[in-house]
């Protein structure tokens, strides 16, 4: 069986790796560069096997040791999109590794753009971006860390591709030393750099605040001794500092809430097993703070309980997969008082074998790709992502639509045949 605490522990190490290594290269530029690369922050305590039946959750794509400089690749197979720009539902892909690292990053945009991804979702990882605490009256990142970001943005947009930027990781100096899962002890350090970031792109307009904040990896505490729910009030401040600076930079920016993984147990686990509410919970819970939190999307990952499930398996609720989607959407309205929110999807994916032994066929892939977009298309999400676009040395989870040597899997087609699909329904 799979286990969530390897795709979560990946991710980890993707979210501790994006940036950090890739960006020690363009740090030679920097007028005052550290000494050396910094070592990769302290990840969140790594949570063990669960009772229940793991979710899926993003690999971690480890950089190379520098960002390598973009190649002039050789024509794809399919340089045409194969899907037209006008598909209702947004699609795009979650890939770091392929779209940020490889030496072949413009060719890999290319090919993502001809499977019908028009965005592409990003991490920005704070802590990495900012590994000091910023002099007074400076920007609040050391801009060197970023241009990986600017070359992202620059060929996403220059394929008519939007790109989703979700902010996570706090700094050790800004969290009394603690690891990136642990909220700042002053949230305006948060909000000067969500600021920051949105003053420095304002051609991108789509933002997320934190990566599944209802799991212990990514946000901890989410029970005090006492076994209460305090993840979502920590969460309600960070959200409200982050989504403060974006719109102060860009009022027309879109930013999302939640970022939620698929099930929790909403209490303390037994053992050593991670902490985590279920979405539904969490997002109950958010709707009680005050002031009222305000958002453009509410961003959910509906990856099914069992990893080698199709997308259209049942979930017990508060637990949201595909199959709920529609239904978490309705309960969103009633908890926080509004009228069709908007459902941003913005991770979920397959592995596949024999890549990953444990994963699903090849074939099975292909379908469950298809189906998922249908699923998110028919609960009527706003965008959805796949993680991942290519299988990589450098991304550990193997649920990419191109295999190691760049070949299309089946999932490349009927991807692509489903985007198209949905964009003439």
Known sequence: ????????????????????????????????????????????????????????????????????????????????????????????????????????????????????????????????????????????????????????????????????????????????????????????????????????????????????????????????????????RTYAALYRAAHEGIKAANPHALVAIGETGSHGRDAPSPGSAQDRHSPARFAQLLSEQRPRLEFDAWAHHPYPISPSAPPDGAANWPNVTLTSLERFGRALDAWFERDATPLWVTEIGYEASPAEPRGVTEHAQAEYASRAIELAARAGAELFVWFTFADSEHNSWQSGLLDHAGAERPAYVSFATAVRAHAAA
């Not at 009256?137 to 394929?159: C, I, K, N, S, Y």
């Open 1 to 232: 069986m799979y286990s969530r605490r390897r795709r979560a522990i990946l991710l980890a190490a993707i979210l501790t790796g994006a940036a950090c290594v890739a960006g020690a290269a363009l740090l030679r530029d920097a007028p005052e560069p550290p000494a050396a690369a910094p070592p990769p922050p302290a990840a969140a305590p790594a949570p063990q096997p669960e009772p229940v039946a793991p979710t899926p959750a993003p690999a971690p794509m480890t950089p190379p040791v520098s960002a390598p400089p973009a190649e002039t690749p050789a024509a794809p197979r399919v340089l045409q999109s194969r899907v037209a720009d006008d598909s209702p539902m947004l699609v795009g892909f979650m890939d770091d590794a392929s779209f940020r690292w490889h030496p072949s990053r413009a060719q890999m945009l290319d090919r993502a753009h001809a499977a019908g991804a028009r965005l592409i979702r990003a991490f920005v990882r704070w802590d990495v971006a900012a590994p000091k605490r910023p002099r007074a009256g400076a920007a609040p990142f050391v801009t060197p860390r970023l241009h990986e970001l600017d070359e992202l943005v620059a060929g996403a947009q220059a394929r008519g591709m939007e790109v989703l930027f979700t902010i996570w990781g706090t700094p050790a100096w800004a969290n009394g030393g603690h690891g990136p899962n642990r909220a700042p002890t002053d949230l305006g350090t948060l909000r000067d750099f969500a600021h920051g970031l949105a003053a420095r792109y304002p051609s991108v307009r789509r933002y997320s605040i934190w990566n599944e904040p209802n799991t212990n990896l990514f946000l901890s505490p989410q029970f005090d001794s006492a076994g209460r729910s305090v993840a979502p």
